[in-house]
């Protein structure tokens, strides 16, 4: 079946049926499999590294030396700030004794004191397994709540705390997530189409793309071991309902004006498939593949956000090309009410600019004094990069929810009474023959607080020593000084030694994401720029296409940086620069596929200046709104309790508002007009100027 049959079925008069239960049939299939999407979700690739990086070794050495080295640990601490009383040192004994049943092993460690004596800790191992350890985690917060001496402050922190916070925070947000994108899309739809019934359409056919996604990632993560998080299956929900109205706005929008055209409803949306289709595939072949670039990257919970994201790219590409044209054309004109485009002999004819107001108006100021535009544009850009300095790189554990969580509160306790790394302290592993060396070396380390006595594994082949670093586990202070720790203990001959932990490991995360920023950029850029040089058949456009990509994203970092300094939340976690910039992009560069298409078409027909103004004209409204639904859908992530997330909606949204209002809309036309025919070099466009053809209809299409 050739091209233009397929992507007319949808709109004949048995295709759409077909369609129609072909998706019902899917729905059925997939619904299902989208439920048990939570069963998959393996989010111990949130903190992975690579095996190579050294914390990483650490870690395998660990667990193969001394066995049951992976329990996470939960730390019980107690704190009287006039000093602990006998009653409190009871309490503390007594729970020591039950913590034991909660034990992997029934190991508890004896109380550590403060050298203030207003502080205790036990820490104890928990279960691997994940239902066993959420069971120990809140059985302990449970007993340290229950019935503490009077002024005996009290909290669970460690590892095995922190991450049940988590779940504990994300307890129920899949649902409120989904509602409210779902209120947030269909508030949109509905001030845009102004029309009690349209919005839903779209609405339905983007959730049951959200379905197909889920069901496929689902399956691709039992059978073909994908990797999925929270994290991509929470940005999975936000792509397709996103992307998808966004193609259905531009789908509805063509074919409003193919029905002024066409008595025939059926015959109204096959011209409208046909038209739209480009760039709707160009648009989603973009983003997609730009996800796709997300494989190069090393840090696990990267990589695996982008085979999710393309799932979910391709299913809303599927519905909007196929369920939603069929089930518009199988309503009929009525959808529109109350404002129902009428067959009008002659429209053909008629420049369909004229129904475009205020988008004709910002076509004349942009045409009136191009270059002032987009110099006066980009300087305004520019001006916005400056809201980067209040933006830091590195957000620390006791600032990573946007409500108080009780492992943040004993990292504050232990923080207040102990060196800084008391719990989480580096681990070192070395040869058991250089036990001594290797200490010698770790204590002369400065930063360092104190050195353990070495633990021999069971085969006597390696040791195992703590240090406890005198900043806290998450400071800058302290990342420097595992630096010097390493360099220091790798220098003893024959030791092989390994330095990991808390510290170690968020050390080597960033070192892994540095590495990625300087692949993964790159290699979005040039893919990206490979696409439009094919769509638009030319160089010169592509070129300055991405230039403007580029200024957009620092601007809308440097605008974020305004935003989230105010909502107190300016140190961006180290994953959030790279995977922000890979949705500015793939998504923001969207838009400007959508006007320069629309302007290559009729640059073809009128000539360069008449034809930028038409298409900057014509696809004015219908961008601008689906710019808005997507910043809005990604705002949605700020219902999230995790200040990631909510540091990743409020970028992309400022940037993709910023792309919609400012770069596609004044920027490129502006440069496009003020550079002429060159903008097409090397391509036809560039060496011939077409003959304007009076009153013809393509001047009226969008």
């Known amino acids: ?418 060196p800084g790394g008391s719990a989480a302290p580096a681990e070192i592993l070395a040869a058991a023959g250089t036990a001594d060396r290797v200490v010698a070396a770790a204590r002369a380390v400065p930063g360092v607080a104190e050195v353990g006595a070495p633990e021999r594994s069971a085969d006597g082949r390696w040791v195992r020593v703590p240090a406890v670093l005198a900043g806290a586990p998450d400071s800058d202070a302290a990342r420097d000084t595992v630096t010097r720790l390493r360099a220091a203990v790798h220098a003893v001959p024959d030791a092989r030694a390994l330095v990991g932990g808390r510290t170690a490991t968020a050390l080597d995360e960033e070192r892994t994401v540095n590495r990625d920023n300087r692949v993964v950029i790159p290699l979005v850029l040039a893919v990206v720029l490979v696409i439009l040089v094919l769509l638009l058949r030319s160089l010169v456009a592509p070129l300055l296409l991405m230039a403007s990509v580029v200024l957009s994203y620092a601007a809308a970092m440097g605008a974020a940086g305004l935003v989230l300094d105010a909502m107190g939340h300016p140190r961006l976690f180290v994953g959030v620069p790279l995977q922000a910039f890979l949705f500015l992009v793939a998504l923001g560069v969207d838009y400007t596929i959508f006007l320069m298409t629309r302007a290559r078409e009729e640059v073809a027909r009128i000539g360069h200046r008449p034809g930028v103004l038409r298409a900057l004209t014509v696809t004015g409204g219908v961008i601008t709104s689906a710019g808005v639904v997507l910043a809005a859908t990604f705002g949605a992530l700020l219902v999230l309790p995790l200040v990631p997330s909510v540091q990743m909606g409020v970028i992309v949204a400022l940037g993709i508002l910023l792309d919609t209002l400012l770069v596609r809309s004044l920027l490129i036309p502006a440069l496009t007009l003020d550079l002429g025919v060159r903008t097409w070099w090397p391509g036809r466009l560039a060496r011939r100027s077409p003959q304007p053809v009076p009153a013809e209809p393509a001047l009226a299409r969008t």
């Open 1 to 418: 079946m050739s091209p233009q049959r397929l992507a007319g079925l949808p709109a004949g008069r048995r295709g759409k049926y077909a369609v129609l239960l072909f998706w019902l049939a899917l729905l059925v299939a997939a619904g299902p499999l989208a439920v048990k999407l939570g069963e998959v979700q393996d989010n111990s690739t949130l903190g992975a590294l690579p095996a190579g990086a050294e914390s990483s070794r650490a870690v395998e050495r660990a667990e193969a030396a001394f066995p049951g080295s992976r329990h996470p640990l939960a730390i019980a601490v107690y704190v009287r700030d006039t000093g602990l009383t006998s009653a409190d040192r009871a309490r503390v004994d007594a729970d020591r004794a039950a913590f034991a049943a909660y034990a992997d092993g029934g190991a508890v460690s004896p109380p550590v004191a403060a050298a203030d004596g207003r502080a205790l800790l036990l820490s104890l191992p928990v279960s691997l397994d994940d239902e066993e350890r959420a069971e120990a985690v809140g059985a302990l917060k449970d007993r340290l709540a229950d019935g503490a001496p009077p002024g005996l402050r009290t909290a669970l922190t460690g590892e095995a705390a922190a991450e049940h916070d988590v779940f504990d925070a994300f307890s129920g947000m899949d649902g409120a997530l989904l509602l409210a994108t779902a209120l947030t899309v269909a508030l949109l739809l509905l001030v845009t189409y102004r029309s009690p019934v349209l919005w839903l359409i779209p609405l339905v056919a983007v959730a049951v793309a959200n379905q197909l996604a889920g069901a496929v990632v689902y399956l691709l993560a039992r059978h073909a071991g994908l990797a999925v998080d929270f994290q991509s299956q929470t940005i999975l929900t936000v792509l397709v309902f996103g992307v998808g109205v966004d193609y259905a706005l531009l789908l509805i929008a063509r074919y409003r004006e193919e029905l002024r055209r066409h008595a025939d409803r059926h015959a109204a949306m096959a011209v409208a498939l046909r038209r739209s289709a480009g760039a709707v595939c160009a648009s989603a072949a973009t983003v997609a593949i730009g996800l796709l670039c997300l494989l190069a990257a090393d840090l696990p919970a990267t990589r695996g956000l982008g085979p999710v994201g393309a799932v979910g790219i391709a299913a809303a590409l599927l519905a909007m090309t196929t369920l939603l044209p069929a089930v518009l054309v199988l309503c009929g004109r009525w959808l529109f009410w109350p404002f129902v485009p009428r067959y009008t002999p002659g429209a053909d004819t008629r420049d369909r600019a004229a129904d475009h107001g205020v988008w004709r108006r910002i076509a004349g100021l942009v045409a009136g004094r191009p270059r002032a535009v987009w110099l006066g544009t980009a300087a305004a850009l520019a001006a916005l990069t400056l809201g980067i300095g209040n933006l830091g790189l590195g957000l620390p554990d006791d600032e990573a929810f946007t409500t108080e969580v009780g492992s943040v509160a004993g990292q504050r306790l232990i923080a207040a009474h102990y």
